[in-house]
């Protein structure tokens, strides 16, 4: 069974600090990665994609890769109340290709 | 306005009732997608399409009939449905079923079902 699994939190962060959210997968061939951020009774939209090892910051965001330990991070820098919502990692599988695989969510509360 | 567009937004019908939800992506994409949403459970993959030929039934019951008749829009057929059914329905697009690129999915707003 090919799993992304993420802390369900209620994560809280104070506004202004960086939240840290965490994502591990158990399809060692997935080769794309993506984090969504779902707002209460909304539907979940792309925050960002990354496919290769390291870095990718876009903004206030960056997701990290690492697939030798299988784990995928989005930190948020300078959290904002508008940031609280639930982040969804989901990864994509090598088999079958079109499988997107999602995590359960994490819930995010940023405390003015 | 978005790039995939889903009505109705809500619907409660019964058990024995017939119904559709209809989805329109106007991204130009040539993937569609149902997903299934319950409370506190990651979103569950349904059903996909590439071109309007369907490469994936995620063991899905028989109760849930999809239809592609083009690679813009995608209907779920509603029939003898039960209250466990009840969910959040998410259509989503990708431009294509590339392993690496062009397969991000873009989500509808939802159709939120509830099954009396």
């Known amino acids: 069974q090919k799993e992304v699994e993420q802390n369900s939190g209620p994560l809280s962060v104070p506004e202004g600090a960086i939240a840290s959210l965490n994502c591990t997968y158990s399809?060692?061939?997935?080769?794309?990665f993506f984090w969504y951020r779902q707002y209460s009774g909304k539907s979940p939209e792309l925050i960002m994609f990354i496919y290769s090892n390291g870095d990718k910051e876009d903004g206030r965001f960056t997701a990290q890769l690492n697939k030798a330990s299988q784990y995928v991070s989005l930190l948020i820098r300078d959290s904002q109340p508008s940031d609280s919502a639930t982040y969804l990692c989901a990864g994509r599988g090598y088999t079958g290709g079109f499988k997107t695989i999602f995590g359960a969510g994490t819930r995010l509360f940023v405390k003015a | 306005e978005t790039g995939v567009t889903q009505t109705p937004r809500h619907l409660v019908m019964g058990m024995t009732n017939k119904k559709s939800l209809k989805c329109e992506q106007h991204?130009?994409?040539?993937?569609m997608y149902w997903y299934k949403q319950s409370a506190k459970k990651p979103l569950e993959l349904m059903f996909v399409?590439?071109?309007?030929?369907?490469?994936e039934n995620n063991s899905v019951p028989s109760r849930f009939s999809p239809e592609c008749p083009n690679s813009s829009h995608l209907f779920l057929h509603l029939h003898t449905l039960q209250p466990e059914d009840s969910a959040l329905y998410l259509c989503?697009?990708?431009?294509?079923?590339?392993?690496?690129?062009?397969?991000?999915?873009?989500f509808g707003e939802g159709s939120w079902l509830t099954v009396v």
């Open positions: 399809d060692r061939g997935s080769q794309s």
């Open positions: 989503a697009s990708s431009q294509d079923l590339g392993r690496v690129s062009g397969n991000t999915i873009y």
């Open positions: 399409y590439s071109l309007e030929e369907r490469v």
């Open positions: 991204l130009g994409h040539n993937a």
